[in-house]
């Protein structure tokens, strides 16, 4: 058994699309549209898990989303060879970052905002 696909909601579906293809470098796998269903993948693995922008368009959700941030707590964690690196590409892009990448422990990691109501850890593997 695999994971084939997991989702973060999103309070715009078709806006998230655009920042996780435009600015965070991810690739269509699915879009429609008249649904509200877009899916990216990571160009890095192409064949790895589908990530649905789930649309945060009732009140579970909502609160769920709006819980976890108002924490400071991520919503989902992305992996990368190197933070520092990718923190000055996205930062150069205009992307919103809680703090700069910090190192303990569990290695190098930093927030970021992804404009559509979710904190996302950037961490180092």
């Given amino acids: 058994m695999r ?4 989702s973060v909601h999103v309070n715009d ?6 920042f996780y293809t435009s600015v965070l470098g991810f690739q269509e796998l699915l879009t429609m549209p008249e649904h509200q269903l877009y899916v990216v993948k990571s160009p890095e693995d192409p ?9 945060s368009d ?3 959700s909502q609160k769920y989303a709006q819980g976890i941030r108002s924490l400071g707590l991520p919503a989902i964690v992305f992996g990368s060879p ?10 150069a ?5 809680i703090g700069e ?20 850890q950037l ?3």
Avoid: Q
Wanted: proline share 5%; net charge negative; aromatic share 6%.
């Fill in 47 to 55: 064949d790895g898990v589908g990530l649905l922008l789930e649309p």
């Fill in 3 to 6: 994971i084939k696909m997991c």
């Fill in 93 to 97: 892009l205009g992307v919103h970052f």
């Fill in 58 to 60: 009732n009140r579970v």
């Fill in 13 to 18: 579906p078709a806006a998230a699309f655009d």
């Fill in 123 to 125: 961490h180092e593997d």
């Fill in 101 to 120: 990448p910090s190192t303990d422990a569990s290695g190098t990691s930093v927030l970021f905002d992804d404009t559509c109501g979710n904190l996302i």
């Fill in 82 to 91: 190197d933070v520092r690196a990718e923190y000055e590409r996205l930062r």
